[in-house]
Structure formats: C-alpha cells, structure tokens
C-alpha cells in the first residue's frame, strides 16, 4: 500500500487534467448494439493512443471473442461525478446497451463531499437505467493520506450504489495495476498500453456474464471460446 500511495499522491493532479473529450461517435452506419465506456482520463485513455486506450483495447477482446458490440469511448479528462451527470443525455443519444460506469476518482482526489458523489452517480445511474440501459460500475480507491474515515466511506460507497441498483460490480477498476512503475506512465497514475491490457481483463471478468445474461447472445465463435 505504500508503493501506491509514494506514486499515486505526487502525481494525482495529473488525473485531473484538461476537460477535453476523447470521445469516439460511433459511425452512424454501425448497427451494433453499443457498449459506452463512461468515465474520466482513466477511460479516455490520456497519455496513450486512442487504439491503446482500455475501451479500444475492449473492442478487440470482445471482437476477438465473437461479441458483436460497438465499443464507444465516452471518457472526459478530468471529469467528475458531477461533470458525468451533466453528460447523461448525451450518453442516452448514443443508445447504449451498456454503459460502463467509471467515475468519481477525481472526486475523491479533490476531497470533495462523499455524499455529493453519491447522490451525482445515484441520479446517473436511474437515468441510465431509466432510459432502458444495463449499467456496471467500475469501483475506485483512494491512497491513505486521504485518511481512512475518508478513503473507507469512498470505497464503500460503490458497493452501496452496486447492492442498491442491482449492479454488477467492478470492485476496483486499477486492480492489478495501481502503484505499478512497470504498468504506468511517467505521471505514477495514468496506465501504459500494458496496463489497460490488465484493465480489460478484469473488465472482462465482470463484463462477460453481465453480457451472456441480459444483452444479445454471442456468435458461436465465443462459445467455441
């Protein structure tokens, strides 16, 4: 834990970063049911290129395993959970089947209110699923000088939203990868091509059964799989 919190706290303005939009529109000739990938930098895939980014990286696997989904990257740098509300409608515009939450970091790197984050994602994720969309939340932590009251009631609050709203849950999106030199960029927080490499494999753990259930069934090559 303190080789995440040495290389997670000197660099955690970086996530921050400029309010640009990587997003990626789907080709309006596209009919595949449509996969958002809803979040920050960490989902825009800031420092790396755009076919290096977790949701490309996803759009490979699920095409390599016979799903047949459009992946769009609808990741904002810096975004928060209010900055994410405020995108809902145009996330709805896209028709997703699914929408991949992950959202809240700079929340809480920025020490605002838990209970304001809460109440953010709690208002877009009954939008989401109001407007006929499957939702799985990416969970986040924080490093400890945040202290642990802080931090605890943070990681708490995604398992809350997850049991409240019936979601599948990704416990903690940067697992396997947080505090990893080898699996980061310079800035000690954004993920290298191999690190979204291990991103999407624990996405995918989540993302599979979440898909063999509730969306369209799979080409025969995945059950070959």
């Known amino acids: 834990m303190k080789q995440f919190h040495d290389i997670f706290v000197p660099a955690f303005l970086m996530l921050l970063g400029p309010l640009t939009s990587e997003a990626i529109l789907s080709p309006a000739s596209d009919d595949r049911p449509r996969i958002v990938a809803f979040g920050d930098s960490l989902t825009a895939g800031l420092g790396v290129e755009a076919d290096e980014s977790y949701p490309a990286q ?16 609808a990741g904002v740098s810096g975004d928060t959970t209010a900055g994410g509300l405020r ?33 953010n994602l709690r ?15 990416a969970g986040m932590k ?17 398992r809350m939203l997850a049991k409240e709203y ?8 940067l697992e396997g990868v947080g505090g990893s030199s080898s699996l980061n960029q310079a800035d000690g927080i954004h993920p290298t091509r191999e690190g979204y490499e291990i991103i999407v494999d624990q996405v995918l ?9 509730r969306l369209p069934k799979p080409s025969a090559l995945q059950k070959q799989s």
Not at 142 to 158: D, I, K, Q, V, W
């Open 87 to 119: 995108r809902v409608s145009w996330i709805l515009n896209n028709k997703p089947e699914l929408v991949i939450l992950e959202l809240g970091a700079n929340d809480g790197l920025r020490g605002l209110s838990i209970d304001h984050a809460k109440s």
């Open 142 to 158: 924080l490093p400890p000088n945040y202290g642990h009251e802080y931090t605890a009631r943070f990681e708490a609050m995604y």
């Open 58 to 73: 996803l759009q490979r696997r699920l095409d390599s395993l016979g799903y047949h989904y459009r992946v769009i990257n």
């Open 205 to 213: 753990k989540v993302l599979r059964p979440v898909m063999n259930e």
């Open 166 to 173: 019936d979601l599948a849950l990704i416990p903690f999106f």
């Open 123 to 137: 208002q877009i994720i009954r939008q989401l699923q109001d407007g006929g969309t499957t939702v799985v939340l």
